[in-house]
């Protein structure tokens, strides 16, 4: 009797102790890997394409921008600043959807739109005077807003330069006729990395 206990203690043993290596092996294998990728998002900006280093010289991504949903992309070529690549970063973990606060009920909206940023969000900025914009041009604005020139305009404001976007024309086209979502009484604009 006391031959076929230990034999199955033994076997027991065994079967944990096999168990217990190979459970090792591969949480100390999740473990390598999930320090790694976290080492490289914190380096890089990814969003299905090759990571850039955020805030290199030339190399951040060109963003997609879309008014409504459904609209005609446009493309902001940003520029190398400490404010355009976190938002690059930012919109390559997580596309945005910003709304369109007050689009049509404040100072100069005849030639501008501000969209809010999620406050979860920690945009450093380097504000100087702007006093003459020309469509296009691109700003942030502190709190967490970015701001869109979609007609030349001479607006004083302490705003950080973001980036351009092409195609002034449709531009301004695309910003006045942006549908209000049904269910929403808002607009919105959708932003990601480009293609």
Not at 22 to 41: D, K, L, N, P, Y
Not at 135 to 140: L, P, S, T
Not at 186 to 192: A, E, G, L, R
Request: hydrophobic letters at 35%; charged letters at 25%.
């Amino acid at each position: 009797m006391f031959k076929k206990i230990n034999v199955l203690l033994v076997a027991s043993l065994l079967v944990l102790s096999v168990a217990g290596c190979s459970g090792r092996s591969a949480g100390t294998e999740a473990q390598a890997e999930t320090e790694a990728a976290a080492i490289q998002s914190e380096n890089t900006v990814d969003s299905g394409q090759e990571g850039v280093q955020a805030g290199a010289v030339g190399e951040l991504p060109d963003l997609e921008i879309r008014f409504g949903y459904d609209g005609e992309p446009f493309i902001l070529r940003l520029y190398d600043n400490d404010t355009a690549a976190e938002i690059a970063r930012d919109v390559g973990e997580a596309s945005w959807n910003l709304p369109i606060y007050h689009y049509d009920d404040f100072e100069n909206h005849e030639v501008m739109q501000y969209y809010d940023i999620p406050g979860r969000y920690t945009i450093p900025s380097d504000p100087e005077t702007i006093t003459s914009e020309r469509a296009g041009e691109v700003y942030y604005s502190e709190p967490n807003r970015m701001i869109l020139f979609y007609h030349d305009a001479e607006v004083t404001g302490e705003y950080t330069k973001v980036g351009t976007i092409e195609g002034t024309g449709e531009l301004s086209e695309a910003v006045e006729n942006n549908p209000v979502l049904e269910g929403w009484s808002n607009k919105i604009v959708s932003i990601q990395w480009a293609q």
